[in-house]
């Protein structure tokens, strides 16, 4: 059974910094990309940041700079580590993994590309 789970959430102030991982059991995913999607409350789920296969990054806008994605040698953890968080990074963050086929941002943005989820992991940044 595929399973993602994520960990590291918590409460911090502004500008402080969380790391956030993402434990992939169940399969070996080295052959797809993986992600990060949060969700406010009142608001629909958002693409965050991803990596493919291949290493390369992609970044919303609103995290460019501050939030760095990455993953371990075997791909079965990923990471995503936030800068100088705010109180709009407030949400619960969600690890994915699958988007296979994509090779850029609109394609990894898209729920739809991601065929597996984890729970979420609630972040909150008080101000």
């Known amino acids: 059974q595929v399973q993602l789970v994520e960990s590291g959430g918590g409460l911090v102030q502004a500008g402080e910094s969380l790391r956030l991982s993402c434990a992939a059991s169940g399969r070996t995913f080295s052959s797809s990309a993986m992600g990060w999607f949060r969700q406010a409350p009142g608001k629909e789920r958002e693409f965050v940041a991803a990596i493919s296969r291949s290493g390369g990054t992609y970044y919303a806008g609103s995290v460019k700079g501050r939030f760095t994605i990455s993953r371990d040698n075997a791909g079965n953890t990923k990471y995503l580590q936030m800068n100088t968080l705010k109180p709009e990074d407030t949400a619960v963050y969600y690890c994915?993994?699958?988007?296979?086929?994509?090779?850029?941002?609109?394609?990894?943005?898209?729920?739809?590309?991601?065929?597996?989820w984890g729970q979420g992991t609630q972040v909150t940044v008080s101000s």
């Open positions: 994915a993994a699958g988007a296979y086929y994509c090779l850029d941002y609109g394609c990894y943005a898209a729920m739809g590309q991601w065929h597996y």
